[in-house]
Structures are given as C-alpha cells and as structure tokens.
C-alpha cells in the first residue's frame, strides 16, 4: 500500500511540475512572440487585450502542427480573428501581418512536430522530446525578439494602402506554400502512407517548403520597415518641395518690395505730376495700380503653424494665379501631435481637390476653416463643384504622383489618427470635414 501511495503522489507531483512546467514556458514564449508581434501591429492599449494575446500566442506556439495534420485549419479559424480584434489600425496592414505572424509561428511548429519529434521517438526518448521540444520553440521566440531588438520598429509601421496591398500580395505565397504542404497529404493521407516512395517524396517537399515559408516571412517583416522608410522619405521630400516652394515665393515678394521701394521715390513723382496738373482720376489710378502689386500684399502668414502655414500660403498663391478667391480661417498652434508629413497630405490634398473642382465651376469661392480646440484638430474646406465627382476624389491630373491621392488617403491618415473624415454634397458645394483628437502635451 506504502509503494502503491508513493508511486501514486510521485505520478501526481510529476503531473503537477509538468503542467506548472507548461504553464510557465507558455507564458513565456508568449511574451517574446508579443513583443515581435506589437512591434509591427498596432495592439489596442487595454490590458485585458494584452494579457490574453500573450496566452494566446503562447497557447499557439505550442499547438502540435505535421504534414497531413486538421489542426492547422482549426488553428487558423482562431488565429486571424483573435489578432484582428485585438489590434487597431489600417484594416488591411493588420490582415497582412495576421498572415505573416500565422505563416512565421505555423512554419516552427510544423517543422519540429513533423521531424524533430519522430526523430526522438525513433530512440525512445518521448519524455526528452516533451521538454526539449517546448525549450526549443520558446529559445526560437526570444532569439527573433533578443537578437534584432534594436532593429525592431519603435512603433508599429504605417504604410499607405497601396504599400499594405502590395505586402499582402506577396504574403499570400508563403500563406499558400504553408496550406498546401500541410493539407494536402491529408487529403490523399491513406495512399500517401501506404506508398514509402510518395510519403517521403511529401516529406522532403516538407523539408523545403517550410524553412522557406519561416524565412520569407521574415523578409516580409524587414520589407514592411524598409517600405516605410521608403515612403517617410518620399512624404519628407515632398513637404521639403512644398516648403521651397513657399520659400521661393518669399524671396520673389522680397524683390517686389526692394524693387518698389527703390521706384518708390519716381512714383511719388509721377502722382505729384498728375495732381498739379489736376488729373486726379489718373492719380489715382496710378496709386491704384502701385497698390494692387503683389509686393504691397506682403508675407502670407496664416497661422502659427509652420508646416501648416507652408501648405496653405503655397495653395493660396496657387488660387490666385487661377482666379479662385481662397476664404482662410487657420488657427493653429506652433506645434501639434499630428506629424508634419500627416498634417501636409491632409491639407494639401483636400485643397488640391478644391482647387481642382473650382477651377470648372463658376462660383470660385474656396472656404477653408481649421483650428486646434479642445484637444481636437478640425479641417472643413468648402467649393462649388459642377458636373460628375469621382467618389474617390482622385485627380484628374496626368502626374498623380505629383498631385492629391484622393479620399481614401486622407480618410485613411484620419483613421489611422484616431479620428474621422467626412464628406458631402449639397446645394452645388462640396464639403469635407475632418476631425482628429490630438495628444496633450
């Protein structure tokens, strides 16, 4: 009875020490797959959210995946829908990270359930395999995170819509590599095992498909950083065109002012010609014109803000060389949360689709109302439009990689700030509407 109790409490405390062994190494395999995967996906700040996809991940990394092997697709019906709740942003870059996390974790596991484990069995040395095997998917987790850490993305990437769809692409066949060499020996599974000669052919595709489904879907990773560097590069240089063009236009007003200001003295002249000749319609018709010059106009400044304050002086000058009447109301701090190059597409975009629409319309009145109260960034810009409008506000223009990128990328920098971006048609006028909650300081 003595020996039977002992074996029995033995059994009972090794089955406790194997699942508290579990337990821990789950949570920490967790963690790390966490880090690496909110490093580039958005997830939403509650805690609750947190703490359950650190369980989840781990739970996932653990889950036993071989060649002919349902699993996948039971895994695969909670994974996409627990990472997609879980995380905020661009709808289509969380799908496409989904896919790549999903093909990153599959692929490790795959490959150590489908070799690694009957390998050990092979020897008999099933309990080894229990505990090596788990030591091996979580020092696989925290090599990923420990050894690129400083190279991981501080935030998670903000790509545009056209970048995300390019990547997702491109997922889609690592995404495919994995289902296909997973399932399809499931579905021929009883000719395949019978047949030696096909059952190892079907391992050894195994054997490529796999690593190559791990690697590419690094690749993907490190292709979405340097996508984005690629396109805050782009954003930079096009704010740094527009700022110049700004600055241009001071210098140009500059040598109006040094011009009329070395003329000054030979126009005074001339009006006290014509008054003591009493031709005092023609004088003042001559100060009328000297008035009217653009170097009496002087330095547009439309608000504190000077990024802001560059988009908004170049599309003002931009409407009066087309003879549009632009009606500014701008009050905007020196700095704001949102970042320049977001804070120039917005601006610059819905006042090129403005200036577009206006030019083809008879009333030439632009009105453009922003300010920052409340803790709130609001944008309302208002035109006449005539004929049919594009829903996507796309530019008619040749050279659109030189000209606005439409509603769908302002609604989309919108969204991605947390804010909302409407827009209507009434009574001839269009209007959009933009407003976006800002950080406090």
Not at 252 to 270: F, I, P, S, Y
Not at 308 to 319: C, H, I, P, Q, R
Request: glycine fraction near 6%.
């Amino acid at each position: 009875m003595a020996s039977t109790f002992l074996i029995s409490l033995a059994e009972y405390l090794l089955l406790c020490f194997q699942n508290w062994f579990w337990l821990i190494l789950v949570f920490t395999s967790g963690f790390f797959l966490f880090r690496i995967v909110s490093a580039f996906l958005a997830v939403k700040p509650r805690r609750g959210w947190r703490i359950a996809l650190v369980l989840f991940l781990g739970s996932i990394s653990d889950m036993v995946i071989w060649l002919g092997d349902t699993n996948l697709l039971f895994i695969l019906l909670f994974f996409f829908p627990v990472l997609l709740l879980a995380s905020k942003g661009d709808r289509a870059g969380r799908l496409t990270l989904t896919v790549i996390f999903f093909c990153l974790i599959m692929s490790v596991n795959a490959v150590l359930d489908t070799y690694y484990g009957p390998i050990m069995a092979r020897f008999d040395l099933d309990d080894l395999y229990y505990y090596s095997n788990k030591f091996i998917r979580l020092a696989v987790w925290a090599m990923l995170y420990l050894a690129p850490r400083k190279h991981l993305p501080k935030r998670p990437p903000q790509l545009s819509p056209r970048f995300w769809r390019l990547v997702l692409l491109l997922a889609a066949m690592p995404f495919s590599s994995l289902l296909a060499v997973v399932l399809l020996p499931f579905l021929q599974s009883d000719y395949i095992y019978e047949n030696g000669l096909l059952h190892s052919l079907t391992m050894n595709i195994g054997v490529a498909v796999l690593p190559f489904v791990f690697l590419t879907s690094l690749v993907l990773l490190y292709a979405i950083q340097v996508l984005e560097e690629h396109q805050r590069l782009e954003e930079a240089d096009k704010l740094a065109s527009l700022r110049e063009s700004y600055y241009q236009n001071l210098r140009r007003e500059e040598q109006q002012v040094r011009t009329l200001r070395h003329d000054m003295r030979n126009h005074l002249t001339a009006v006290q010609g014509l008054l003591e000749r009493g031709e005092t319609q023609q004088a003042a018709s001559y100060l009328s014109e000297i008035a009217s010059s653009p170097a009496m106009g002087g330095r547009r400044n439309l608000c504190e803000n000077e990024t802001a304050n560059v988009v908004l002086a170049a599309k003002a000058e931009d409407m009066d060389q087309r003879g549009l009447i632009g009606d500014f109301a701008v009050s905007l701090p020196r700095e704001l949360s949102i970042t320049d190059t977001d804070l120039c597409a917005l601006l610059g975009n819905a006042l090129d689709n403005a200036i577009e629409a206006a030019v083809q319309a008879g009333d030439k009145r632009i009105s453009v109302r922003c300010r920052a109260d409340k803790g709130l960034f609001m944008l309302r810009v208002e035109n006449a439009v005539e004929g049919e409008i594009r829903p996507d506000l796309s530019t008619t223009k040749a050279d659109k990689s030189s000209h606005g990128f439409g509603l769908a990328g302002m609604r989309e920098i919108a969204q991605r700030c947390g804010g909302s971006l409407e827009t209507r048609v009434q009574g001839g006028r269009f209007e959009l509407v933009a407003c976006i909650p800002l950080e406090s300081a």
